[in-house]
């Protein structure tokens, strides 16, 4: 345990303050370190608020405050985290927002308690894989960073139930956050998203990808997952309500396309870039077929689809997220065929519900969907969706493809009319 090896004149009000009380409110102070009367007098203390002070460290001897449960942070001057913070075993609430750290020790990873996370607005480019050991964890709050990837050792973090990852540098999201079953908020504006994921959320209520200029499109299954309509809906067909689509879909902003399709407000583009697509029927590699093989003597139905002839629209439920991490690691499998799983699925086939890994894959596209934005000052916006088969046979032999879909008429459906670029 530290102690402190030198002289020290304690403060005694300060003492008398620590020693009557369980929750310090210590904000703007004017602190430039904690205070030394803690590590003297302060074991017992469970709460500690030094927001808007200018602490630049945390002394060692913070470990000695293993009674702690949330500590407030926010607003000083931190570049660190110490290795020592690992002994604040009982710590729930670490806020240390508004700081300068560049990085988060690994020995993060031993605050098995953790259930909220604050990390925002800090010089972050990356996170330890650690954080894939915080079982309590139900909010993680990581925007305004530098962050352009996750650890994929957060899929271990089942009981996450919030996500924010505004302003930051994202081109993609991970597909496990697909598989997090208690996800139900996830923010991820103003980065730069060029595709949202196709396969749906177990259980999202709110996603807001507002100001990522190079979407130029909506994933089916994701777009019906987003829709939240008035009481009284449009008798209009295939209008979705959304209100977190502002600053998206912008041509000028469009890295170079992959995909032309039909009369599309645009016509051109920028498709899943690490997935193969066909425009006929192409047969999948071995590799392909060996996944899409196990997957599905895992899960012989991991999709429950219908269809809300009211809304005009289907309902998306995923039943294998609760145990695909789990059921994968029971076969014994070579380490790179583990990982492929791991990583996940892109999309599940909407005919056969097949997992559809890297491909090759069938994309149909509903280029007359309308976007009815609840916001002032806007109204409806065209916006192409897309949906993703395992093959062109199998969107074909579906139930004649628009029955399938709740469509009226297959001319609803645009098919693929060219690649433009090469997707391998």
Same mark, same amino acid.
């Given at each position: 345990?530290?102690?402190?090896?030198?002289?020290?004149?304690?403060?005694?009000?300060?003492?008398?303050?620590?020693?009557?009380?369980?929750?310090?409110?210590?904000?703007?102070?004017?602190?430039?370190?904690?205070?030394?009367?803690?590590?003297?007098?302060?074991?017992?203390?469970?709460?500690?608020?030094?927001?808007?002070?200018?602490?630049?460290?945390?002394?060692?001897?913070?470990?000695?405050?293993?009674?702690?449960?949330?500590?407030?942070?926010?607003?000083?001057?931190?570049?660190?985290?110490?290795?020592?913070?690992?002994?604040?075993?009982?710590?729930?609430?670490?806020?240390?927002?508004?700081?300068?750290?560049?990085?988060?020790?690994?020995?993060?990873?031993?605050?098995?308690?953790?259930?909220?996370?604050?990390?925002?607005?800090?010089?972050?480019?990356?996170?330890?894989?650690?954080?894939?050991?915080?079982?309590?964890?139900?909010?993680?709050? @990581?925007?305004?960073?530098?962050?352009?990837?996750?650890?994929?050792?957060?899929?271990?973090?089942?009981?996450?139930?919030?996500?924010?990852?505004?302003?930051?540098?994202?081109?993609?999201?991970?597909?496990?956050?697909?598989?997090?079953?208690?996800?139900?908020?996830?923010?991820?504006?103003?980065?730069?998203?060029?595709?949202?994921?196709?396969?749906?959320?177990?259980?999202?209520?709110?996603?807001?990808?507002?100001?990522?200029?190079?979407?130029?499109?909506?994933?089916?299954?994701?777009?019906?997952?987003?829709?939240?309509?008035?009481?009284?809906?449009?008798?209009?067909?295939?209008?979705?309500?959304?209100?977190? @689509?502002?600053?998206?879909?912008?041509?000028?902003?469009?890295?170079?396309?992959?995909?032309?399709?039909?009369?599309?407000?645009?016509?051109?583009?920028?498709?899943?870039?690490?997935?193969?697509?066909?425009?006929?029927?192409?047969?999948?590699?071995?590799?392909?077929?060996?996944?899409?093989?196990?997957?599905?003597?895992?899960?012989?139905?991991?999709?429950?689809?219908?269809?809300?002839?009211?809304?005009?629209?289907?309902?998306?439920?995923?039943?294998?997220?609760?145990?695909?991490?789990?059921?994968?690691?029971?076969?014994?499998?070579?380490?790179?065929?583990?990982?492929?799983?791991?990583?996940?699925?892109?999309?599940?086939?909407?005919?056969?519900?097949?997992?559809?890994?890297?491909?090759?894959?069938?994309?149909?596209?509903?280029?007359?969907?309308?976007?009815?934005?609840?916001?002032?000052?806007?109204?409806?916006?065209?916006?192409?969706?897309? @949906?993703?088969?395992?093959?062109?046979?199998?969107?074909?032999?579906?139930?004649?493809?628009?029955?399938?879909?709740?469509?009226?008429?297959?001319?609803?459906?645009?098919?693929?009319?060219?690649?433009?670029?090469?997707?391998?």
């Amino acid at each position: 345990m530290f102690s402190l090896d030198r002289e020290f004149v304690f403060d005694a009000e300060m003492v008398k303050e620590i020693s009557e009380r369980l929750i310090l409110h210590w904000n703007y102070r004017g602190y430039s370190a904690l205070p030394e009367e803690l590590c003297i007098c302060g074991n017992h203390v469970c709460e500690l608020y030094l927001k808007y002070n200018n602490i630049t460290e945390l002394p060692n001897w913070i470990e000695n405050m293993t009674n702690l449960t949330n500590i407030y942070l926010q607003a000083n001057y931190l570049t660190e985290l110490p290795e020592a913070i690992q002994f604040l075993t009982s710590l729930t609430t670490l806020d240390v927002s508004h700081n300068h750290l560049v990085k988060i020790p690994s020995s993060i990873g031993k605050l098995v308690k953790l259930k909220t996370l604050v990390l925002t607005h800090n010089q972050l480019a990356c996170l330890p894989s650690s954080l894939g050991c915080l079982p309590c964890l139900v909010s993680l709050l @990581l925007s305004s960073n530098k962050l352009a990837d996750l650890p994929e050792s957060l899929h271990l973090c089942q009981n996450l139930e919030e996500i924010q990852l505004d302003f930051n540098q994202f081109t993609s999201l991970p597909n496990f956050l697909t598989r997090l079953s208690r996800l139900k908020r996830l923010s991820v504006c103003s980065n730069q998203l060029t595709h949202l994921p196709h396969l749906p959320f177990a259980c999202i209520e709110r996603f807001h990808c507002d100001n990522n200029p190079c979407i130029s499109y909506l994933p089916y299954p994701l777009a019906c997952q987003m829709n939240q309509p008035p009481t009284r809906p449009l008798a209009t067909r295939n209008v979705l309500h959304i209100s977190t @689509l502002f600053g998206c879909f912008d041509p000028s902003k469009r890295k170079e396309a992959t995909v032309l399709v039909q009369d599309a407000p645009p016509a051109a583009l920028c498709f899943l870039p690490d997935i193969d697509l066909i425009c006929i029927n192409a047969p999948p590699s071995l590799l392909e077929l060996t996944l899409r093989s196990i997957s599905s003597r895992i899960f012989s139905e991991p999709l429950n689809i219908s269809f809300d002839r009211k809304q005009n629209l289907h309902r998306f439920e995923s039943s294998y997220h609760h145990s695909y991490d789990r059921r994968i690691g029971e076969f014994c499998l070579p380490s790179t065929l583990i990982q492929l799983l791991r990583d996940g699925p892109v999309a599940i086939c909407l005919g056969c519900q097949t997992f559809i890994f890297r491909g090759p894959a069938y994309p149909v596209f509903l280029s007359k969907i309308i976007v009815r934005h609840e916001r002032a000052g806007h109204d409806l916006m065209p916006v192409v969706c897309s @949906l993703l088969f395992c093959s062109a046979s199998c969107f074909r032999t579906t139930s004649a493809a628009g029955a399938m879909a709740g469509l009226e008429s297959p001319l609803d459906w645009e098919c693929i009319t060219r690649r433009t670029t090469s997707t391998n």
